[in-house]
């Protein structure tokens, strides 16, 4: 099992990215699909969460500006995040649960963690 994140980048405070979470050894659609991010000196902190039936949730710090999906063909999760601001550079990690923790957003009951991207936010 394994997860790879892409899509990172520098970008200016009110840009936007989209970041991408590839599965391989095994199928995500089964499980609910988390997105976190972790700033140094700070504890990993959950930002969005996908369940297998397509249910959302959101940090209220993103929500309104983020969107969590899912394409099961692809085997991929995406992060769309817009009007990025300053303080969410940090680096983004996705990794899978079951969809009873998807909506706590905490990073315990999470694996399969991959190596995460890097976004930074700076004008």
């Known amino acids: 099992v394994q997860f790879v994140e892409s899509g990172g980048g520098l970008v200016q405070p009110g840009d936007s990215l989209r970041l991408s979470c590839a599965a391989s050894?095994?199928?995500?659609?089964?499980?609910?699909i988390g997105w976190f991010r972790q700033a140094p000196g700070k504890e990993r902190a959950g930002v969005a969460c996908?369940?297998?039936?397509?249910?959302?949730y959101y940090a209220d710090s993103v929500k309104g500006r983020f969107t969590i999906s899912r394409d099961n063909a692809k085997n991929t999760v995406y992060l769309q995040m817009n009007s990025l601001k300053p303080e969410e550079t940090a680096r983004y990690y996705c990794?899978?649960?079951?969809?009873?923790?998807?909506?706590?957003?905490?990073?315990?009951?999470?694996?399969?963690w991959g190596q995460g991207t890097q976004v930074t936010v700076s004008s």
């Open positions: 050894g095994f199928t995500l659609e089964h499980f609910a």
């Open positions: 990794a899978a649960a079951g969809d009873y923790y998807c909506s706590a957003l905490a990073p315990q009951p999470f694996n399969d």
């Open positions: 996908i369940s297998s039936i397509d249910k959302t």
